[in-house]
């Protein structure tokens, strides 16, 4: 299996911590090695992706690899409840004194061992491991204690009371209960319908998850105006696609000429080679908008892909954003201008039975704060250096008058 040195697994570890503090999750992590170290190279039988399972995980290829290069007599699924990413920090940090973290991390840093930060189980932990109860060895359940200490502290006895190679598989026991619908940092209990033009609107159907605190529209001929919710969103279900349609109207202390409006939304799930992974994207977007409480001025609008070509993320994965992308359309003869904008937005198709998944955030490392204060910076490092090219420049005079003598004559020109 792979070989990974401290510092990679460590930096896996922060990765999916950082990913994971901004979204729920119903994953855990799973750590595999053997007791006896080997020079294997079954991790090129292990297929990376975003969110691994069983199936992505456990495949033919890496099984055969691994019973067939070293025949583990034994395999020791050790099940910790609570364990996460934060926990493996402290077990990958280079200040470990305890004995049995310093084996444990040993143990990680060998060729024959594998760090998967985020694995989704079954209901029933033991099921996600049939592969290795159908092997012909034996296979072990060992529930860990809850510190830290105390749990390598038993895995290293129990692989020491252990005769031979033996395989051996750390994760979580409880996953399936850590299940929560988590929207940027704020749990989101249950579905609220506001028509408030504050406050965060949320809904979860069978085939799609959507929040966003309010929606601001604007045409070529009106004022930019934000919207209230009218009622529940209807939700559309295919093989391939998901369509969204949502309705809204004009608050009572509102001013504008634009009374309500449809938003239509259609998601679809397309395979990119480059990632060799499944990402969804918006298919199309547009907006039906009445100027007329008698409903006799209907215009429509379909919104140009080029602006909602960002909001996409992997299968499985949603997307956050405070300030998502502004939908527009394209003026012209018989064309309207019309943008649309949801503000603290989050959404994900497809695959949402136990809400929002972990989430791909807008916001980049290269920002406008951020490069006002690398020019700032760059401004007064010039200015230090000029400054101080100054002050060495600054020589002594080569003559001085003597008293005793001809004064110095310094000519000048008329």
């Known amino acids: 299996m792979g070989r990974f040195s401290g510092t990679v697994l460590l930096s896996s570890v922060l990765v999916y911590c950082f990913l994971a503090s901004t979204s729920a999750t119903t994953t855990a992590p799973l750590l595999i090695w053997t007791k006896e170290p080997s020079e294997s190279k079954c991790n090129e039988q292990f297929t990376p992706s975003t969110l691994q399972t069983a199936e992505t995980v456990f495949n033919h290829g890496l099984m055969a690899c691994i019973l067939g290069e070293h025949i583990p007599t034994k395999a020791v699924l050790f099940l910790q409840n609570g364990l996460s990413v934060d926990t493996l920090r402290h077990v990958f940090a280079s200040n470990m004194n305890t004995d049995g973290l310093q084996k444990l991390q040993k143990h990680f840093e060998s060729p024959s061992s594998v760090v998967i930060p985020a694995f989704q189980m079954d209901e029933i932990p033991e099921k996600s491991f049939s592969a290795f109860k159908d092997g012909n060895f034996e296979f072990e359940v060992v529930h860990l204690p809850d510190d830290l200490?105390?749990?390598?502290?038993?895995?290293?006895?129990?692989?020491?009371?252990?005769?031979?190679?033996?395989?051996?598989?750390?994760?979580?026991?409880?996953?399936?209960?850590?299940?929560?619908?988590?929207?940027?940092?704020?749990?989101?209990?249950?579905?609220?319908?506001?028509?408030?033009?504050?406050?965060?609107?949320?809904?979860?159907?069978?085939?799609?998850?959507?929040?966003?605190?309010?929606?601001?529209?604007?045409?070529?001929?009106?004022?930019?105006?934000?919207?209230?919710?009218?009622?529940?969103?209807?939700?559309?279900?295919?093989?391939n696609t998901v369509t969204i349609e949502q309705d809204f109207q004009k608050p009572a202390n509102a001013t504008g000429s634009v009374y309500s409006l449809k938003l239509s939304m259609t998601f679809e799930m397309r395979m990119w080679a480059v990632s060799a992974m499944e990402w969804w994207v918006v298919k199309s977007a547009n907006v039906t908008y009445e100027t007329d409480k008698t409903h006799n001025n209907s215009n429509s609008v379909s919104f140009i892909p080029r602006s909602f070509r960002s909001l996409t993320a992997p299968r499985h994965w949603s997307f956050a954003c405070d300030q998502p992308p502004m939908f527009y359309s394209k003026s012209g003869k018989n064309k309207k201008f019309a943008s649309i904008q949801l503000r603290n937005l989050q959404v994900q198709p497809f695959d949402t039975k136990e809400g929002f998944s972990d989430a791909v955030d807008c916001s980049s490392w290269v920002t406008a704060p951020l490069i006002l204060s690398l020019l700032i910076t760059l401004f007064l490092v010039i200015m230090l250096a000029y400054a101080f090219n100054m002050i060495t420049s600054i020589t002594t005079m080569d003559r001085f008058d003597d008293p005793k003598g001809k004064g110095i004559s310094v000519p000048q020109d008329s």
């Open 149 to 239: 200490e105390a749990a390598a502290n038993m895995i290293e006895n129990k692989l020491n009371m252990e005769n031979g190679n033996v395989l051996c598989l750390w994760t979580a026991a409880d996953a399936a209960g850590e299940v929560s619908l988590k929207r940027n940092r704020r749990d989101v209990t249950e579905t609220k319908l506001s028509t408030d033009t504050t406050g965060d609107y949320c809904f979860k159907g069978s085939c799609i998850a959507i929040c966003f605190s309010d929606i601001k529209f604007k045409d070529q001929d009106n004022d930019l105006i934000t919207m209230a919710v009218n009622g529940k969103a209807v939700e559309s279900c295919g093989n």
